[in-house]
């Protein structure tokens, strides 16, 4: 706070999940059950201001210009508490943020927000902290935001108990980027909350789900075969792997008590799209999180392609093509 004037602003990408996170063993600490793996993206980002404000007795939390409420507003809070008791103070912050993609559809905007919440908390409450420091904190807000501390490919490592919170933390995953030549055409189907979040989904699943248990397994095996086609650069591989990864994730879901099944009529259509895709030769992968929308992998050489046949299968649907994007960063407030 005294190095930097107690204000400070960050920018954070969403990142979508190749192997993913699907339930906690602490829910205090927001550690998973699984490591997983994901990009990075170049499009949607949140950008978060936290500015320290002296005299206030309660924190003012906005989105896109309009007062946050509710669960929302206490996670947020809550998160401040957690910047507040580390950095020993106990003043109250005006949080501004500005979200370019549609909060809580599945598209990963706590991923991006609490990234950028992190970083920017940090910097305005003085904390000291490297970019592993910043993953285990962002980790605290919401456990995918962790990964969007990276650029490009992050795998995030669930840790030990024994280690607890310190072992549980996201890193850069080497691949070759411009040889993958990844990108993701993300079909927006539903651009509406989710009904069920992912908290309360995960929890049913963990609890409830005869499928869990033999996914999370498998999981490792996705999770190292995964690090193996990036390695290789293989796109092919890469993608038959996050595809298998991610049905198994809803089919844990399906199988909870009661189900939770995010896969809506449009998600069907677009799935039996990409199964026409590579049909006719055209290497496409699909990825679904906690909604209806899906993310469709592919070489960026043929994304415009992808795009047009996903656009077709949603008429009225909106299609976006994103590549590999930077990590979180503090913009320059210039004073
Ligand atoms: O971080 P959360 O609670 O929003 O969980 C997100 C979980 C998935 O998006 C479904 C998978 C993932 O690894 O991002």
Redesign the pocket.
């Known amino acids: 706070e005294h190095r930097t004037g107690g204000s400070a602003t960050a920018v954070a990408h969403p990142?979508?999940?190749l192997?993913?996170?699907?339930g906690k063993r602490d829910e205090q600490l927001l550690l998973p059950r699984t490591d997983?793996l994901?990009m990075t993206l170049d499009i949607f980002p949140t950008t978060t201001r936290v500015r320290l404000v002296p005299e206030a007795e309660h924190d003012e939390v906005s989105l896109g210009g309009a007062p946050l409420e509710g669960e929302a507003r206490r996670r947020v809070v809550a998160f401040l508490d957690l910047v507040r008791e580390r950095a020993g103070s106990d003043r109250r912050a005006v949080v501004e943020t500005e979200n370019t993609v549609p909060t809580g559809a599945?598209l990963?905007s706590?991923?991006s927000g609490f990234a950028a919440l992190a970083m920017a908390a940090a910097a305005a409450y003085g904390l000291d902290q490297d970019a592993t420091a910043l993953s285990r904190l962002a980790r605290r807000g919401?456990?995918?935001?962790s990964?969007s501390i990276f650029g490009d490919f992050a795998i995030w490592h669930a840790g030990t108990d024994e280690d607890g919170d310190l072992g549980s933390y996201a890193e850069p995953v080497p691949v070759d980027v411009g040889e993958l030549d990844p990108a993701l055409v993300i079909a927006v189907v539903n651009a509406g909350p989710k009904a069920v979040s992912?908290?309360e989904a995960?929890r049913r699943t963990v609890d409830t789900s005869p499928l869990y248990e033999p996914w999370a397994v498998s999981s490792k095996d996705d999770l190292a075969d995964m690090r193996e086609a990036l390695r290789r650069a293989d796109l092919e591989a890469v993608g038959e792997i996050a595809e298998r990864n991610a049905l198994g994730?809803h089919a844990t879901m399906l199988a909870a008590r009661p189900a939770v099944r995010y896969l809506s009529a449009p998600t069907l259509t677009v799935l039996d799209s990409v199964l026409q895709l590579r049909r006719d030769g055209v290497p496409a992968y699909a990825t679904m999180?906690?909604g209806p929308n899906v993310k469709v992998l592919c070489r960026r050489a043929d994304a415009e392609r992808v795009a047009g046949v996903v656009r077709g299968a949603v008429p009225g649907g909106a299609v976006h093509i994103a590549g590999p994007g930077p990590g979180a960063r503090l913009l320059d407030e210039g004073g």
């Open positions: 990142n979508i999940a192997i993913k996170y699907w997983s994901s599945g990963a706590s991923a919401s456990g995918s935001a990964r992912s908290r995960m994730m999180d906690a």
